[in-house]
């Protein structure tokens, strides 16, 4: 079962998105894998101190993007392939960039000065 004890939540974005930005970061990282079970709703809500609401709309989203199973009354499960996993990869690793790229230029560094920061971080551990 996913426990959801990494998950820290903070400001900036709605906490139904963090919750799926969860599932789905840790689905790529492999921490969360095809037929995992999720916790009921009212479990997580309670769990994480949020309203049931917020989680049902999480969850109506994993359901939505095709990452999770659920039927009324029922437990939900992860359903997850190699093929969406890779798709999941891909669509963060294209937000992470965006977002530090717009960053990046917010500070006036060039390509350069970014790429040799790359770079310089890249070797530490």
């Given at each position: 079962?996913?426990?959801?004890?990494?998950?820290?939540?903070?400001?900036?974005?709605?906490?139904?998105?963090?919750?799926?930005?969860?599932?789905?970061?840790?689905?790529?990282?492999?921490?969360?894998?095809?037929?995992?079970?999720?916790?009921?709703?009212?479990?997580?809500?309670?769990?994480?101190?949020?309203?049931?609401?917020?989680?049902?709309?999480?969850?109506?989203?994993?359901?939505?993007?095709g990452?999770?199973?659920?039927r009324?009354?029922?437990k939900?499960?992860?359903?997850?392939?190699?093929?969406?996993?890779e798709?999941?990869?891909?669509?963060?690793?294209?937000?992470?960039?965006?977002?530090?790229?717009?960053?990046?230029?917010?500070?006036g560094?060039?390509?350069?000065?970014?790429?040799?920061?790359?770079?310089?971080?890249?070797?530490?551990?």
């Open positions: 079962m996913i426990t959801f004890d990494d998950f820290k939540a903070s400001g900036g974005m709605p906490i139904y998105l963090q919750i799926l930005n969860f599932v789905k970061r840790g689905i790529v990282a492999g921490t969360i894998v095809d037929g995992d079970e999720l916790p009921s709703r009212r479990v997580l809500s309670a769990r994480l101190g949020i309203n049931p609401n917020t989680v049902q709309k999480a969850f109506k989203a994993l359901e939505d993007e990452l999770i199973l659920s009324s009354g029922a939900s499960y992860v359903n997850v392939t190699k093929r969406v996993i798709r999941l990869k891909e669509e963060l690793l294209m937000e992470d960039v965006r977002n530090i790229t717009d960053v990046l230029k917010q500070m560094i060039t390509k350069d000065e970014a790429l040799n920061l790359i770079a310089k971080y890249w070797e530490v551990d």
